[in-house]
């Protein structure tokens, strides 16, 4: 992964932006991604990597924990859309052109 993506979606799972990502931070992300892991697995992926002994992930960590989920869930990841798909999506029954879907779009 090129060095400005990693920190792209570092900085997404990053939700309050102190350049570190929680425990917490990381299992919301994941459940966002529909990929739900157990705290304590989170917690020993997360201990593997953190070299500093913080806790958290920072953005020097980030590039093997990110490895690693790929390497497990990756399969599941590539099925999920992405923004372009969802994008295109919205834009065909968003008939009034205001980038939200409500019932009236789709009554037609």
Do not use: A, W
């Not at 932006?17 to 892991?37: A, M, Q, T």
């Not at 372009?84 to 999506?89: A, L, Q, S, V």
């Not at 052109?97 to 789709?106: A, W």
């Amino acid at each position: 992964m090129q060095p400005t993506e990693l920190k792209r979606v570092f900085q997404m799972f990053d939700r309050n932006g102190d350049g570190r990502i929680s425990k917490e931070e990381l299992s919301h992300s994941l459940e966002n991604l529909g990929i739900f892991i157990p705290d304590q697995e989170l917690f020993n992926m997360i201990n593997k990597i953190d070299v500093d002994g913080d806790r958290c992930v920072d953005i020097d960590e980030f590039g093997e924990l990110y490895q690693s989920i790929m390497d497990e869930f990756g399969e599941l990841y590539q099925s999920i859309m992405d923004e372009r798909d969802c994008t295109r999506m919205i834009t065909k029954v968003d008939v009034d052109g205001d980038g939200m879907v409500n019932y009236k779009n789709f009554k037609g």
